[in-house]
Structure formats: C-alpha cells, structure tokens
C-alpha cells in the first residue's frame, strides 16, 4: 500500500512551548512536546494499557500518557541524566519531606562553610579537565553541596536535589549556557565569571520545589501513577506493552544534537564512569563495517557514499541500529497495540533521509500495519534547525522543519 503522509495543522501548536504544559524541570536536548502525545493518545483512543517509550529523554511522553489516564509506564534512556529527570518528575514525593530535607540541607552546608578548612578534606569528582571548565572556588561550592545531598538517606528526595546540583553544575562551569554542546567561555568573559554557586543552588532548588508541586504532585497525587525508568538500552521482557510512544534520537547525537555531550558534567560529577562515552553509546554512535543496500533507505545511503564514504558507514551504522531497535520494540507490544513515533528528517550531505518512512516499513516488516503519518510544522523544538550539510564553513542549510508522527498498529 502507498506510504501515507498528511499535512496536519492540528500538531503544529503554534506559539505553544513544553512549559505551557508541564514545564521541564530539567534542561534537555530535542525534547518532545507533550501535547504532540496527548493529542495523538486521543485521536487514536489509546486510555488504558501500559506505556512503553524506549528512548525517554526527560519523559514528556510520560507527561503525555499520563493525561490520557495512562498510569502504568516504562522509559529507557541509556543517559543517566535523562534518567534521573524522568525518574524525579514521575515519582510521586512527600512535598513536607522536601521541605524538611531542604531545612536540614541548608542548616548543615551553612554550618559547613562556616570553617573553611572543611572544604579541603572533601573528595574532588573525577571530572575531564576539571580546571578548565571550573574555578577552584565552584569547585569547592559544588563539592559542598554534593557530599550533603549524598547524606540524604531517601534515595528519591535525594535524586529530587540532584536535579537542581545538576542545573547548577552547568550555569556555575565555564560553558556557554546558549548551547547544549560544551564550548568554554571567551577569556575576557571568564575573567569576570565569579557565580555565587550556593545561592544559585538554592534558587534553583526553589524553582524545582515549585515546579513540582504545581505541575507534577497533583497530576501524580490524582492517579496511582506507575512509572518506571531505567538507565539501559530497551530489552525485551516477558512483558507486554499496549502503546509505544516515543521520539527516537534523528541520527545526529555525535553532531547537532549530542545527548551525551549536554549530559557530561552533570554524568561525570554524579561519578557516572562512561559519562565522555555515552554519544558513542547512543543509537548510531557505534562504527558500521559496510553500506546499508536493502529497504528504501538504501539508495539514499548509497548516494551519499559517492560524496563521502565514511560519513555514509555512519549513517548505516544508526539505521542498522534503529532497525534492531524496532525489532525488539515491535515483538514487545500486544495484537492491536499502537506504536507512535515522532522523528524527524535529517539531510546529509545534501541527501534528505526518510527516517519517518523508514520507521514504518521497519514496523511493517515486523507484523504491523502503517495507519498514517502525520507531518507537523517544528516551531518550538529546541535544537538547532541549521548545519552546515556539506562542512563548508558558512554554509548552512535548514535540517528541520518538519517533524513526523508516525502511527502503525500490530496486526500479527
Ligand atoms: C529525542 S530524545 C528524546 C526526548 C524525549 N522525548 C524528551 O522529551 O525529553 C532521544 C533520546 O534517546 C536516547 N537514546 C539514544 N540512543 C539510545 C538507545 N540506544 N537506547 C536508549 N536511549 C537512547 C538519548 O539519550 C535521548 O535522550
């Protein structure tokens, strides 16, 4: 049957950003707007079931499913970092606890700080070039505030403070807060760069306690929520699931939109030991042997290894993955569950990738049928929308400005 792609101006929302919804208590690369999920759970009447997303990033299908009264959910994220925000926005917590924990927090580091020589016998993380992209005096601040968010003994309100630690990490180093890869400030700019890490902690800690209990608490106090996140690669369980929704990395996490990248302080200063590694972990990060030469993205592929060979290996190497990928997925969902995929499509080397058709003859080949895709127009998304395809400097070209909701239905 003809592959089917429609226009639809219903799943632009123009002018509509993530935090209209569920504000994001965490920056995080691509995310997903939550109500491209609610809208398409609701047009294709998805309300019960359990929820699977595969690559969940900071969880906004979660968000998603949730508002459909979904309240059992899984997410994978092979990011530590996405993990912990999804985990910290999904899990329902003790508002009083927080507070408590927060008053105690704060009485102990001020105590702390009091003597100066405590600084001295705390144990520095194993950061890449710590120096480089920290003042010794941040150094300090942040290792205060870590060794007392590690006495915290309740390991959610604990991850709770590492959400703002993680914030502050980033807005306190020497990177430059416009971009999600990691460039060091000018010279001049770092001469004059003194953060008052402490109170940008505290602020910070602020803005997660009200964001949570005005947006995340009463949704999860409402429902008998179940989430669940794990810091891995999806694997098939004996578990079935009734709904996929997801949006997979493009195929640029090594380029445009490095997921690891963004993560590494915050991954390296909670001593996660392959924080440097994670891009090369992510779907497409790894080295492919040969050209794809089978399925429609074949002679895409092919084409582009005429200009450049390597970069086309690369390109094989995330379709091969993302086509192993929607094997594992497709054998994980029950007779007429529904997968819901939003990607876009990347242009390399002047070469225009169908990802989102891809993605359906993938899921075809593996006992479902293609029901429709739907293209949107991308306003909000925040990721850069321009590279430069040939790497010619000055060059630029826009890589997206669609986006691409994919829905197949299992039939086998
Ligand atoms: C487009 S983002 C998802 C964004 C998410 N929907 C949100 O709103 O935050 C894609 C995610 O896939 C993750 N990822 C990439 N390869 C993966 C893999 N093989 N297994 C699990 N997660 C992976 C990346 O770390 C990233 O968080």
């Known amino acids: 049957m ?82 912990l925000i999804s985990k910290v926005k999904f899990t329902k917590l003790s508002i009083q606890r927080i507070i408590e924990t927060r008053q105690i927090f704060r009485n102990d580091l001020y105590e702390f700080l009091k003597d100066e020589s405590n600084i001295t016998k705390l144990k520095r993380p194993s950061v890449t070039n710590i120096e480089f992209w920290f003042s010794k005096a941040v150094i300090s601040n942040l290792c205060a505030i870590k060794y007392f968010i590690d006495e915290i003994k309740n390991e959610y309100i604990r991850d709770f403070f590492f959400i703002p630690f993680s914030e502050t990490i980033r807005e306190c180093s020497y990177t430059r807060n416009s971009e999600f890869k990691l460039y060091r400030m000018k010279s001049e700019d770092i001469l004059n760069f003194n953060p008052d890490v402490i109170g940008v902690f505290f602020k910070k800690l602020e803005d997660t306690i009200y964001l949570y209990t005005n947006f995340y608490f009463p949704k999860l106090a409402a429902a008998k929520v179940k989430v669940k996140v794990y810091a891995a690669a999806f694997r098939p369980q004996s578990k079935l699931f009734d709904v996929v929704l997801t949006s997979p990395p493009y195929g640029d996490s090594r380029t445009t939109v490095a997921y690891g990248q963004f993560s590494t302080f915050s991954n390296e200063w909670f001593g996660i030991k392959n924080a440097r590694k994670i891009d090369q972990m992510l779907m497409g990060g790894g080295k492919s042997g040969y050209i794809i030469s089978e399925g429609l993205i074949a002679d895409d592929v092919t084409q582009i290894a005429k200009i450049d060979y390597k970069r086309a290996l690369d390109v094989s190497a995330f379709y091969n993955d993302l086509k192993y990928s929607i094997q594992k997925v497709a054998e994980s969902v029950n007779k007429y569950g529904k997968v819901i995929y939003v990607v876009g499509n990347r242009t390399v080397k002047q070469v225009l990738l169908p990802t989102d058709q891809f993605i359906a003859e993938k899921f075809e080949e593996n006992g479902f049928k293609h029901l429709i895709t739907y ?32 829905v197949c239905e299992k039939i086998k």
């Not at 123009?14 to 919804?21: E, I, K, P, V």
């Not at 299908?61 to 993990?83: H, K, R």
């Not at 293209?375 to 997206?400: D, H, L, V």
């Open 2 to 83: 003809k592959y089917q792609v429609v226009r639809n101006y219903q799943y632009d929302y123009l002018g509509q950003s993530y935090a209209s919804m569920y504000p994001n208590l965490h920056r995080y690369p691509a995310t997903m707007l939550p109500q491209i999920g609610i809208d398409i759970l609701k047009e294709f009447k998805v309300s019960k079931g359990i929820l699977l997303d595969p690559y969940c990033g900071s969880g906004s299908s979660f968000a998603s499913g949730l508002e459909c009264g979904l309240t059992e959910m899984e997410g994978y994220d092979i990011n530590p970092l996405a993990v």
């Open 375 to 406: 293209e949107r127009a991308i306003s909000n998304k925040a990721m850069p929308s321009k590279n430069s395809p040939t790497n010619e400097c000055g060059k630029t070209m826009n890589t997206m400005l669609y986006e691409y909701i994919v």
